[in-house]
Every structure is written in C-alpha cells, then in structure tokens.
C-alpha cells in the first residue's frame, strides 16, 4: 500500500473575504468555514455558537479548554477522502495522493466537561511543552446549545473539528505541494521477498476507549467494541483514526497525533534498511477485565501470525491502562516477540513514587515521555482564546491553580501533547 | 474487590474477587433492577466467604 503525501508548507493564517492558500498564506473567511461545520444536523442541534480566532508561535495566547488539534488535509488521488467513515464515505484511504497544509492546525476549543480539556501557550515556558506552540493554530470556540447532554455535545464538537479541518483541508487540492514524500509497506509474502535478512517488526498502536468521552474512532468505528485488528499505516496518515477523548491533556493523542504518529514515522524512515515495518496493530483499552484480557491476547496472536522479531507498543492515557499495557508486552513477549514500550510517568510531584500502576519484568525496555505530575508555573498570557473558568478543575489543576495575577500553578499535565506516550515531545529520561 | 485484577495482584493484595468494570465494579446498567441487585450479592457473598478463607499466597475468588 502506497501513499505520497504532499506538504504545502503554511506561512501565515490571514482571516479575508476569500478562502484560498496562496504563497504559503491561508486566507480564511469565517463565515464561510462556519457555514460548511454547521450544515451538520448534530452540530447545528448541539452547538449553540462558533467564533474563530488565529493564534501565531511567539504571541502572548494561552489556548483553554483545549479539545482536539487536527492537520487539514485532502485526498487528490486514489479511493476515499480524509476521515472516512465521519466525515468521508467508508472506503479504504491510505493509498494515491493526500496534500497535508503543513505548519498549521484547526484547534477546536471550549468547555465539553469541564475537567479534561487542555491548555496551550504560544509563548513562555508553557510554550516549550506543547508541540502546538510551533503551529499556526486556527481555534474554534464552541458554545454548546444550553441543556445538550455533554457525550452529544462532544460528538458534535468532534464533528465540528474535523469539518472545519476538511473544509481548510480542500483549499489546498489545487495548490503545488513544496515537497513530496512516498510511504509504502508490503504484503506479508512480498516484503519477506524484498527483506529477507531484515527483522520484521509491527507497531503496536492502544487507543484510548474507556468510554464516557474517553473514546477513538476507526473508520467511524468506535475502538471499545473492536476487537484488535490490523491497519495500513498510511490509512492513519488519510485520518482514518480520530480522537473523541476528554482526558488527561498531557497524554491523549489528539487527531493531529494520529495524523503525524512519529512512530509510523521513524519506522518508515528505517524500512527497507534497518527493519521491515510490516503493518500496525490497533488493540483498545476497555474497563473490562474480560475486554483487556481479550484484547491482549489479540494482539499477541497478531504478533505470532505475522511472525514478527519485534514491536513497539504505544500506550494513550494512564492508570487502568497500564494494565492492557503491561499485559500486551507481556503477552507479546512470552509468543517470541521483543517488546519496547512508549509510556509516561505518574512519579508524584517529587518523582518519587511508582510511575505506572502495573508493571512486570518482561517489560524491560521502555521509553518514557516524562513525568505528568511535574509542577509548572505558567505565567500570564495577553490574551486567551476560550476561557480560563476550568484552569483550576482541569486534571493537573487544584483550587487556586488560577493566581488572581493570571499566572498558573498546575501540574503538568494540564499542558495539551505535554507527556505524549507516542513519543510526539521532547521531553524524556535516561 | 476491583475490576483490573492484575494491578491488585502488582500491589500485593491477599484476597482479590473480580468485578464488573472500573467505571461500575459492583453493577452493570445493562441489566435490570433486579438482576443487578442479584449480581451485586452475588459479588458481596463472594467477597465475604473469601474474607472467611485462610490463604497461604495471593488468592483470586473466581466468581
């Protein structure tokens, strides 16, 4: 399965009368992008108002209550369109050609639950722990329509950010891309054939599924009632994961993570030298105890049919996944496959208390994307686009984590991409 | 008595009886009124005849 993506490099956002990208500027015309989100029945039900705002690198804007961060994209050849199954039809994406508007995000922001939202900075130190300081973001305030219940509310901003990024996303169908790049992966015979002396490793991808807003979609499918299955991974570059997740900030995968993965990436960059990258297996983190062993024992299985040497197993969240973490290392290990595990830390504000809530020596090789509880004191922003009613209730937040002066005492965690178990951040230990 | 028994098993509990889900250990909103009354002293009774029982290692009480 062959995939060339083709970056258009984005210089600036312009709000104007037109939408158009012209010279590496997006020009956006609100009005335009609000009346293409709100021909949804679901959002024009449950969201009671849209307002856009253009935050740049370096300016004094704190981002909050951050929901999702999403890559406009579009397909301009081969089958399908970018988010099948919720905003394209079903069919299978991950071959032809996407252009991606690199250097830029839709952000959608505003209160879903209250607590789970997050914070980014443009500038300061706040800044330096967020990926999406360094983009051009486009923010979508939403309001909700008063009385929607809040898991209608959620799939309505979903739909409203990844509506917005589609529409963004076709203005640069026509537009010559500043560079291209070709991804490929095999079939199973074929890339034996190709790579015979070469280790055969896959990338084993949890996604976040608790429920109760803690959920990802495949294909539109939801992850909780999936078992574990296999994926292309240039279907991931085309969306065909998207986040619907109101947790912890510091470690959710937003859309954009999806779209980006850096392990899909480097596995690339070593395929056909180091390694075979043979395909990622997508396995969920549900609250049964049933469902965890279930689904781990897919994913081992998976591992032992595609007779891989080894894999990469990348976590979303933390506590009670910790579990489906270590029981799919240890699975995997115990079929004959080697293991490095992606995670990050809950050490206590000190570092010094047990970072996961399980663990098992067959885990014995693991990356960290650092500690959540870190205390950070983010100080005050010119301006805020959203609001900062929740800084005190976000997780990683205390009553008082809002200083009457504007400045933030919070841990971590509050910070959107901050511990990014995808390794998406700079932040790490040896 | 918890759902993620192996976190239970990590920490160095005695006695474990599995429940339901983490966000629902001792019901299911799936059932009725009646059955999850039926399925909570189900786990409760369990949970007491383990209470009751010496253990020489960590013990799960399969329900």
Redesign the interface.
């Known amino acids: 399965m062959k995939l060339e993506l083709g970056f258009i490099q984005i210089k600036d956002i312009q709000f104007s009368k037109e939408c158009k990208v012209e010279n590496g500027t997006l020009y956006v015309n609100a009005d335009e992008v609000k009346a293409f989100v709100f021909q949804d029945d679901d959002v024009k039900a449950c969201v009671k108002e849209a307002c856009f705002d253009i935050a740049r690198p370096g300016e004094s804007v704190r981002i909050t209550p951050v929901k999702d961060v999403i890559e406009p994209r579009v397909k301009v050849e081969g089958p399908g369109g970018e988010f099948p199954g919720v905003i394209a039809k079903v069919d299978t994406v991950g071959t032809g050609k996407t252009h991606v508007l690199r250097g830029m995000a839709v952000v959608t922001a505003g209160k879903i639950v209250g607590f789970q939202e997050g914070v980014i900075d443009m500038t300061g130190p706040g800044a330096d722990y967020t990926p999406f300081s360094k983009l051009l973001n486009l923010v979508m305030v939403c309001t909700p329509v008063d009385g929607v219940k809040q898991h209608e509310y959620e799939h309505a901003v979903r739909i409203a950010g990844l509506r917005a990024a589609t529409f963004i996303g076709e203005l640069g169908r026509n537009v010559q891309p500043d560079e291209t790049k070709d991804f490929e992966t095999y079939g199973i015979k074929e890339g034996m054939e190709k790579f015979p002396n070469l280790p055969r490793v896959a990338y084993v991808h949890m996604l976040q599924s608790q429920g109760l807003l803690h959920d990802t979609y495949v294909y539109g499918v939801d992850a909780k009632r999936s078992l574990t299955t296999i994926i292309n991974p240039t279907e991931t570059m085309d969306g065909a994961i998207i986040s619907g997740n109101c947790v912890s900030a510091c470690d959710k995968n937003t859309t954009y993570h999806h779209q980006n993965n850096p392990v899909v990436a480097d596995l690339f960059a070593q395929h056909g030298k180091t390694l075979n990258y043979v395909c990622n297996i997508i396995t969920n983190e549900n609250v049964y105890l049933a469902d965890k062993q279930r689904s781990s024992d897919w994913s081992a299985k998976l591992c032992r049919l595609l007779d891989l040497d080894g894999v990469i197993v990348s976590q979303e969240g933390f506590g009670n996944p910790d579990t489906d973490l270590i029981m799919n290392t240890k699975k995997i290990e115990q079929v004959g496959v080697k293991t490095t595990i992606i995670t990050d830390e809950y050490a206590g504000q000190d570092g010094k208390s047990q970072s996961l809530a399980d663990a098992d020596p067959l885990a014995d090789a693991v990356v960290t994307g650092g500690n959540a509880n870190m205390p950070v004191v983010l100080p005050k922003m010119d301006k805020v686009i959203g609001t900062l009613d929740y800084v005190d209730k976000i997780a990683g937040g205390h009553a008082g984590s809002l200083r009457p002066d504007g400045t933030i005492e919070a841990e971590l965690q509050v910070i959107t991409g901050a511990t990014n178990e995808m390794g998406f951040n700079c932040l790490s230990a040896r | 008595m918890c ?5 239970s098993m ?1 920490v160095g509990a005695n006695r474990i009886v ?1 429940t ?4 629902h250990p001792l019901g299911n909103p799936a059932l009725t009124h009646e059955e999850e009354y039926a399925l909570r002293k189900k786990l409760v009774t369990r949970a007491l005849e383990a209470l009751t029982t010496d253990v020489k290692d960590q013990t799960i009480f399969e329900v």
């Open positions: 759902t993620v028994t192996p976190i990590t599995p339901i889900a983490i966000p």
